[in-house]
């Protein structure tokens, strides 16, 4: 079963501070990797993707990703209350076109 | 580009009914389209991926037989929920990927919230 971790939260971050949100996954054959931001009770929106090692920035929105290590994080500069809601990652299974998430973590960020 | 809607947004019925949900990909065509679930505060759990013109591929532990996927056009998948029962209320989430766009993006429609009396 592959899997992809992240730690629930909340992470609370003061307005104006940069929230880094982590990922773990298991399937070394993933490609491709999403960020999503999920507001309650509505459904998932596409923030960023990466497929390559390193990072890559667009806007407030940084990803970095490690596949050696595993690992892809979200970093969100200047966070406003807005950022509040729930943030899924996402890596493509194998060669597959199914994304497997992880449950999530909650970032509130305090005015 | 790339948005997806969902009907109905919200639906009530009873228990031992059949609900329909559309998903329509609107400015683009889909190939493949996606179901997912999610119960409340708990992640997106994929229920089947649909390819337009050929049957669903089920996940493991979904009843294919109570939750009918058709894919009939590039455009257009349904999911319908047959003799609905109370543990089948969730939200229920759509999601396309385009012929045209980065290997595995998908676009999710916003999504509709089933309640089962």
């Known amino acids: 079963q592959k899997e992809v971790e992240q730690n629930s939260g909340p992470l609370s971050v003061p307005e104006g501070a940069i929230a880094s949100l982590n990922c773990t996954y298991s399937?070394?054959?993933?490609?491709?990797f999403f960020w999503y931001r999920q507001y309650s009770g509505k459904s998932p929106e596409l923030i960023m993707f990466?497929?390559?090692?390193g990072d890559k920035e667009d806007g407030r929105f940084t990803a970095q990703l490690n596949k050696a290590s595993q690992y892809v994080s979200l970093l969100i500069r200047d966070s406003q209350p807005s950022d509040s809601a729930t943030y899924l990652c996402a890596v493509n299974e194998g060669y597959g076109n199914k994304l497997v998430f992880g449950a999530g973590t909650i970032l509130r960020v305090k005015s | 580009g790339a948005v997806v809607s969902q009907h109905p947004s919200r639906v009530i019925c009873k228990s031992g009914t059949s609900v329909k949900i559309e998903c329509r990909s609107l400015d683009f065509q889909a190939t493949t389209m996606f179901w997912y679930r999610q119960f409340p505060k708990k992640s997106l759990m994929l229920m089947a991926t649909s390819n337009e013109g050929s049957k669903a591929t089920y996940e493991q532990g979904v009843e294919k037989d109570k939750f009918l996927i058709n894919h009939a056009s590039l455009t257009l998948s349904t999911l319908t929920v047959t003799s609905a029962h109370p543990e089948d209320s969730s939200f229920y989430i759509c999601?396309?990927?385009?012929?045209?766009?980065?290997?595995?993006?998908?676009?999710f429609g916003p999504g509709t919230r089933l309640t089962v009396l």
């Open positions: 999601s396309a990927r385009s012929a045209r766009g980065t290997l595995y993006e998908q676009f």
């Open positions: 399937d070394r054959g993933s490609q491709s």
């Open positions: 990466i497929y390559s090692n």
